[in-house]
């Protein structure tokens, strides 16, 4: 079974790839090195959004399952880059859709917890969204492409992703953290944001589950730990020893020139628990998991 996976050199996708290796022949298509060069993951270097060249590379792979990891996935770059952020996001997914579409393909799209407005909190798969900025628009719209084109096909709501980055590097907060905290110095937390943030060692596992069962729909993969980002930076920074004074508390929405954030958008993973053999776990679990993974 072939697995093709986008956004290879990001930072879901290497665990993607770290739970997919041996069971799957895996084909990752990026845009910088290949990450990784072990017989039985192939390496494809193309921009997503040459149509040719994708639809092409799609026919000569001929996948059995896509994982699209690939996004603009900087809200602030996309609120000021809209009109990429809408060709990357949307009609980049709208192509891999129609690709899927035609081939019988699964396609599980990776959307996000901020499609959501961040009043209600605790959000189930039923709940309608209502994007605040631009990033989640797109996301909202990539959502329902994906949705309409296959029964098959899942999005998957990523929480706030917290871990160490398994293969390449993309943008992991906990590497940046650690780093920062190494040297000393401060980091602001918003204290107004509430996530259920989902470790990327248990979302790598849950992605790749998903790509080879037979769930299709909207799914909440998030952890069982609801938390505020401040909160959370604390108790990451205390885990590892360093000063807690470091980790200061902001509140991103009072910050100019920022996008608008959802505060509260915490999301209920009773499905994810009920639908995948993959636990969803704490944030005190994940830390653990992220820290002492070996692929
Ligand atoms: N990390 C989180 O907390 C989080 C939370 C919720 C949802 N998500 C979603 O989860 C997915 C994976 O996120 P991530 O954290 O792994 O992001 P990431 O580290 O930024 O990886 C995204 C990858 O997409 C690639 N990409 C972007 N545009 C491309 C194009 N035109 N052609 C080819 N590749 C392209 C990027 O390549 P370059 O490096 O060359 O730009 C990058 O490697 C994204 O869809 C994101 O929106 C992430």
């Not at 990539?142 to 390449?168: K, T, Y």
């Amino acid at each position: 079974m072939k697995l093709l996976i986008t956004g290879f050199n990001g930072f879901v996708a290497g665990s993607v790839i770290a739970h997919a290796k041996g069971n799957w022949e895996i084909h990752g298509i990026g845009r910088s090195e290949n990450p990784i060069d072990e017989p039985g993951i192939y390496y494809h270097n193309l921009d997503l959004q040459d149509v040719q060249g994708l639809s092409s590379l799609f026919n000569e792979i001929s996948p059995d399952a896509v994982i699209h990891a690939a996004a603009m996935a900087n809200i602030d770059v996309c609120q000021v880059n809209q009109e990429m952020a809408e060709r990357v996001n949307v009609g980049v997914t709208k192509m891999i859709a129609r690709l899927c579409s035609e081939h019988d393909v699964k396609m599980v799209f990776c959307s996000t917890d901020t499609i959501f407005d961040g009043i209600k909190g605790d959000y189930v798969e039923t709940d309608l969204p209502h994007p605040l900025n631009f990033y989640a628009e797109t996301k909202v719209k990539g959502e329902q492409i994906v949705l309409a084109a296959s029964p098959i096909n899942v999005v998957a709501r990523l929480a706030l992703v917290m871990g160490l980055p398994v293969i390449g590097k993309g943008n992991s907060f906990l590497a940046d953290m650690i780093a920062k905290l190494g040297k000393g110095i401060e980091i602001p937390f918003p204290a107004n944001e509430t996530r259920t943030p989902v470790d990327v060692i248990t979302l790598g596992s849950s992605l790749v589950e998903l790509a080879g069962n037979q769930f299709g729909g909207i799914i909440h993969l998030s952890g069982n730990t609801k938390i505020n980002r401040y909160q959370m930076g604390l108790e990451i920074a205390s885990a590892l020893g360093y000063p807690i004074n470091l980790i200061l508390s902001i509140d991103s929405n009072a910050m100019p020139g920022r996008a608008p954030r959802a505060n509260d958008a915490s999301m209920d993973n009773s499905l994810a628990k009920k639908v995948l053999t993959t636990p969803m776990r704490t944030l005190a679990e994940g830390l653990n998991l992220t820290l002492n993974f070996k692929i």
